[in-house]
């Protein structure tokens, strides 16, 4: 019998972590987009702060791997 | 409402207000060129270059700081355009309204020229300069007042309402008060049915502008020795604290420094603490500049508050008058050549 609670559990690892992504960088992403508007020179800084919450989703996909490298 | 964007937008807005540094080194230019100069540094450039076509000297400067001003009341507006917070944030600048109106009763019981009427209008609130200038042309307060019941503007009701009772006594606190008391009530109407967040931190401050009106209300009574039942008829209702009740108890004390001592374990205890020679003359001028400085120095510190809320847009709001209402003072001060000391006491330090 095919255990399914291991790629489950990799699936939420690295889909929790992708939507808390989503939900950081419309917060950041739509600020950002106000202090551009009115402060072009900030594009650079806005860039690096919209990229931080790559890491929650980086990390959820970390964690999957190493779970499904458990499954193997 | 996304207050994520709009509120960015302010607070890089909010970057580009002048700061105290820039302000002490227009307090030390000697004439009004050398204050254009230095204004052209910033960003109200480009308003001085469009006022100077038509404007020079301390004009250019008053034409160019208010245009500035409503341009960027505007821009609030037009960034949160749609919604409730729209609602409120027209309920702020129609202050400004009430403003406007005032001056131009005031402009047309005193027969004053319509330009210079118009010089002191500043059009951020729901009346544009087209509607102020047609306002302004009117020959007298009776015109100006059916000119706006035509238009259907609210505010012709009050003035409608205690017309007679103005050409009885020929006293415009009789229609200014009716303008306030109006306003404020239809404020505390209209955020108390918005019923959220936002609708709370804006009651705040109205709440804060009535108990400030009302207590200043109190004091110049108590100063002109007006009997209870007269100054009551003035006291603007809305405030949980500050309510007709206290405020008659604090008339009847029959002193000034009777009436401060009710606002000890108030907000506004800091009142009582003016040096006692201005209580002893009965300087009224002195407790009202400390209420009006508590005021905006409160809405200011409204940008610590919650960043995604319409605590941000109150506080620009606010600290762009204080800015424009500094320059002014600045511009007029060295236009009038006042001494320095007198300057400095009359600038809003925040």
Redesign the interface.
């Given at each position: 019998m095919v255990d399914f609670g291991i790629p489950i559990g990799a699936g939420i690892a690295f889909g929790l972590g992708a939507l808390a992504t989503g939900i950081a960088q419309s917060?950041?992403g739509?600020?950002?987009?106000?202090?551009i508007?009115?402060?072009p020179e900030?594009f650079g800084l806005m860039i690096i702060l919209v990229a931080i919450p790559e890491t929650l989703v980086i990390l959820g996909f970390v964690v999957a791997s190493m779970i499904m490298i458990m499954l193997v | 409402m996304e207050y994520a964007y709009v509120n960015a937008r302010i607070k890089a807005m909010k970057s580009r207000l002048l700061d105290r540094t820039l302000l002490e080194q227009l307090i030390n230019k000697p004439d009004i060129d050398s204050i254009i100069t230095e204004l052209e540094k910033t960003t109200y450039r480009e308003e001085l270059d469009r006022a100077g076509v038509l404007f020079s000297g301390i004009n250019r400067i008053e034409v160019a700081i208010r245009n500035d001003l409503v341009k960027k009341f505007r821009t609030i507006l037009n960034l949160i355009k749609g919604g409730e917070s729209e609602q409120l944030i027209s309920i702020i600048l129609q202050r400004w309204d009430i403003q406007n109106i005032k001056t131009i009763l005031r402009g047309k019981n005193i027969q004053e020229n319509p330009s210079e009427i118009l010089e002191c209008l500043i059009p951020a609130g729901e009346l544009d300069e087209a509607a102020l200038t047609e306002l302004v042309k009117q020959p007298d307060i009776k015109a100006v007042i059916d000119l706006l019941a035509t238009w259907g503007i609210v505010y012709a009701r009050p003035l409608a309402l205690n017309f007679k009772e103005f050409t009885d006594t020929g006293d415009m606190v009789v229609l200014e008060y009716a303008l306030d008391t109006f306003y404020y009530e239809d404020a505390i109407s209209g955020v108390k049915a918005a019923e959220s967040e936002d609708a709370r931190i804006l009651m705040k401050m109205i709440i804060t502008e009535i108990d400030i009106n009302n207590i200043k209300t109190v004091l110049r009574a108590i100063r002109d020795r007006i009997d209870v039942e007269e100054a009551k008829r003035y006291f603007i209702n809305g405030s949980p604290d500050f309510h007709a009740g206290k405020l008659i108890s604090m008339m009847k004390t029959g002193t000034i420094e009777g009436a401060l001592k009710q606002l000890e374990k108030s907000p506004y205890e800091f009142i009582t603490k003016i040096p006692k020679e201005y209580i002893a003359a009965e300087k009224i001028s002195a407790f009202e500049k400390e209420l009006e400085q508590y005021l905006i120095k409160k809405a200011i510190s409204q940008f610590m508050g919650d960043p995604l809320s319409i605590a941000i847009p109150i506080a620009y709001i606010w600290a762009k008058y204080s800015e424009v209402t500094n320059i002014r003072v600045i511009a007029r001060s060295i236009f009038m050549e006042v001494p320095e000391k007198e300057l400095r006491e009359a600038l809003i330090s925040v």
């Open positions: 917060k950041i739509a600020a950002g987009a106000g202090t508007a009115e402060k900030m | -």
